[in-house]
């Protein structure tokens, strides 16, 4: 490390909103023979607690005012951080102003973030907006050739160890790596707050997408072994994996936390007043989904519906979880439960498969709750309001000569409802309010129904049914079926009845082909891709 890297902490300005740690760190500053300058409560906590520290009042001449909205954006704090310690102006303009030179700062910012996540109103959010914070963070960070920036408490243990190890002094690579950080932490910063205001604008400018938030957890890999991965957290207050709370288990994984999230985003549009739901997922795609009066009916039918792909799956539930349903769960291999909630027996049951995770949420999320779905690309995101589509079934429109009837109206809005978060090109066959059926990701429609009819095929061959749950089942299609040959394959599944957008050239060869069989079908006139 070459000297010219190094360099010396003098003099530490401290403001925190969080004081977690705060006099133990700022006393090894001190000890160090670290001149410490604070404001407002942090100074308070400071001086109560012994330590010898300057209010930053005294160096720029003016007091805090409008209940403390202004006391560090001033010449002589910015100009301290600022200032190069290598140019003989900036070192002249301190000396003829009086401007302190700050080594250090810490600063974490008002809890703008936490005011959201409580659902505090906008004048209380507003409230919580930082000015004078980040800019100093950003201060203190644009100097980082001399100056060290810090966040939070773990920032401050790396500068005092690095002082500890060099003579009280910093090396550059520290300073960078904080300066880094800091930018990153303004700009999720300004992100959530950004976020917050477009929810009071009718229509919210999309000039710069922001998003942004602080890291909840490494994990040890991404998709494959070789892939670097991380979990952060956005501003956006939904219920699911990022704040669901585990309640046992191993670490989880990427896919692991991406499984999850797909089961639990579908079994969130099951009311779990109405119906107990259960979904089960295997690559981001359902392979069982059912609902039931209770839970561990739910779960037992859709663990039939496919038995071999929910093997080491992810089970996803609408309900708290309960004893019952627990110990079905526990007789086969899974790994990861989610649910709102559990049961203190439940928890104890499933406790005995000590690698399975289970994740708590609290609530179910809110499928019309309006939020945004990205997606990088190569020098780009893909940025796509969520897919919130939703029909009445009032709204579907008869096209064939035959209605569906009311058993098989519920059957076709619960196989649309599921359809929606199966991967394209997706076809669903239903029956009594469970999946018989599902193929996904296929690069024909023709070729999705086919699949997922073997499905249904290896299904009842791993139950010894004597057919396959198609037989008197209905069809949802995620896009128009743009030739009659897709139908012809739900027909001979033993489809009754189909539901799908519309809208194809080919449609009254479609009805025609319908018709003939004495299928019932209706139009949805809404699709529902997923890439």
Not at 120 to 138: E, F, N, Y
Not at 302 to 331: C, H, M, Q, W, Y
Not at 332 to 355: H, M, R, T, Y
């Amino acid at each position: 490390m070459a000297d010219t890297d190094l360099y010396p902490v003098k003099r530490a300005l401290i403001s925190v909103s969080d004081k977690s740690g705060l006099v133990e760190r700022a006393r090894r500053l001190s000890k160090a023979g670290v001149e410490l300058i604070s404001t407002g409560g942090t100074l308070k906590a400071l001086t109560e607690a012994g330590l010898k520290a300057r209010d930053a009042s005294e160096i720029t001449q003016y007091p805090e005012m409008m209940d403390g909205r202004v006391k560090t954006l001033h010449p002589r704090i910015h100009g301290g951080l600022l200032a190069r310690r290598d140019q003989e102006g900036d070192l002249a303009s301190m000396e003829e102003h009086g401007i302190p030179q700050i080594d250090l700062l810490m600063v974490n910012l008002y809890p703008f973030e936490e005011a959201v996540a409580s659902g505090t109103d906008l004048a209380g959010c507003i409230a919580k907006i930082d000015v004078g914070g980040p800019a100093m963070i950003r201060a203190a960070a644009k100097n980082q050739a001399h100056v060290c920036v810090c966040v939070d408490g773990e920032d401050l243990d790396s500068v005092l160890a690095a002082m500890d190890a060099n003579d009280g002094q910093t090396p550059l690579n520290l300073r960078r790596k904080l300066a880094a950080k800091a930018f990153a932490r303004t700009a999720a910063y300004d992100a959530a707050i950004a976020q917050r205001l477009a929810e009071e604008v009718e229509e919210p400018s999309q000039a710069c997408f922001t998003q942004g938030g602080p890291l909840l957890k490494s994990l040890r890999y991404g998709e494959n072994p070789h892939q670097k991965a991380a979990l952060y957290a956005t501003p956006e207050k939904r219920p699911g994996v990022a704040s669901a709370r585990q309640a046992q288990g191993k670490e989880l994984s990427y896919n692991n936390l991406a499984d999850a999230d797909a089961a639990f985003e579908l079994v969130s549009e099951f009311n779990p007043e109405e119906r107990a739901a259960a979904v089960i997922v295997k690559h981001a795609n359902p392979c069982g989904v059912a609902t039931a009066e209770t839970l561990a009916d739910a779960y037992e039918k859709a663990f039939s519906a496919d038995p071999v792909s929910a093997f080491g799956g992810i089970i996803a539930l609408n309900r708290r979880i309960d004893a019952e349903t627990a110990d079905r769960i526990a007789k086969i291999f899974c790994e990861v439960v989610i649910a709102p909630a559990a049961e203190d027996a439940a928890l104890d049951i499933l406790s005995g498969k000590k690698n399975v995770r289970v994740m708590l949420t609290g609530k179910l999320a809110d499928p019309t709750q309006p939020g945004w779905m990205v997606k990088s690309v190569a020098g780009g995101l893909l940025v796509q309001e969520r897919d919130r589509g939703r029909i009445a079934q009032s709204a579907l429109k008869t096209v064939t000569e035959r209605a569906p009837s009311e058993d098989e109206l519920a059957d076709l809005m619960f196989a649309w409802t599921v359809v929606k978060h199966v991967k394209s090109n997706a076809i669903v066959y239903a029956k009594d309010l469970t999946t018989a059926g599902i193929g996904m990701g296929q690069t024909s429609r023709l070729e999705a129904a086919r699949l997922a009819l073997r499905k249904a095929e290896e299904s009842a061959r791993e139950n010894d049914w004597v057919a396959p749950m198609t037989e008197g089942s209905v069809c949802a299609s995620d896009a128009f079926f743009p030739f009659a040959d897709g139908v012809k394959t739900a027909i001979e599944a033993g489809a009754t009845a189909i539901i799908q957008p519309g809208g194809s050239i080919r449609d009254e060869e479609v009805i025609a082909a319908a018709n003939e069989a004495g299928l019932a079908m209706v139009f949805t006139g809404m699709r529902h891709f997923r890439h």
